[in-house]
C-alpha cells in the first residue's frame, strides 16, 4: 500500500504570532475577554449539546460579523463616534481596545483588520504556543524516530510544512528543526530526494 507522510515542523516548536502584537497596549488579553465564549458544558445530554452547539454557533458567526463590520469602519476612519451598523453592543470593549493600543502606536501603524484577524483565532481556547527548547525539540525528534520506526514500511511522498510565512513555527527556530528532520529523514530513508518547493516559490 502506499501512503503519505506529512510532517509540520510547528510540531516541535509552535508560536502563536498574535501574543506579541500591539503588545506595549496589552492587545491580547482584550481580545481574548471580547472574543472567547463558553463552551458547551460536559455534562448535558448529546441532544441538549447539539442544540446549544448550534445556538452557540449561530451567534458566534453574528458576532464575528459585527466585530468585522466594527474593525472594518476603523481601517478607513479615525474613531468610532460615527459609526452605525451590527455589534454596537461591542462598541465599549472596542473603544478601549482603540484607546489602549492608540496611545502606544500611531495610527498608521496599526492594522485594525489583523487586529480583528487575532480576536477571530479565540473561541473557548486560543491558539497554542510553546517555544520548545533544544532538549524539547531533540525529544521529539525522538518520538518522531519511533513512529517512523513502527510505520515500518517507506512513505510513497513526504510532505514537510514549514508553517513559516505564518509565524507558527517561530522564525528564528524553523531553519534548525528543518535540517533535523531532514537528516532524520536521509537516515531512515536513504534513497529519498529532497525537493525545496518554497524556495522556487520565493524566487
Known sequence: ?????????????????FVDLYKDANLYAQLKELYTYQPIPEHLEVGEKIRLGEEYGEARQTMLQSLESIFTFLSQNESLDR???PGEEYLPKVS????????????????WIQV????????DSELPHH???KQEMMALLSSTEKLLDYLAKSPTVITVARSSQDDYCPPFQVEEIQSSVLSLLQMKYPNVKIHFNYQEDEE
Not at 478601549?96 to 492594522?111: N, T
Open 1 to 17: 500500500e502506499h501512503f503519505i507522510l506529512d510532517i509540520d515542523l510547528d510540531f516541535y516548536s509552535t508560536l502563536n504570532p
Open 83 to 85: 459609526y452605525e451598523g
Open 96 to 111: 478601549r481596545i482603540v484607546e489602549s493600543v492608540g496611545k502606544h502606536y500611531p495610527r498608521a501603524d496599526i492594522d
Open 116 to 123: 480583528h484577524n487575532a480576536g477571530s483565532t479565540f473561541d
Open 131 to 133: 517555544i520548545s527548547s
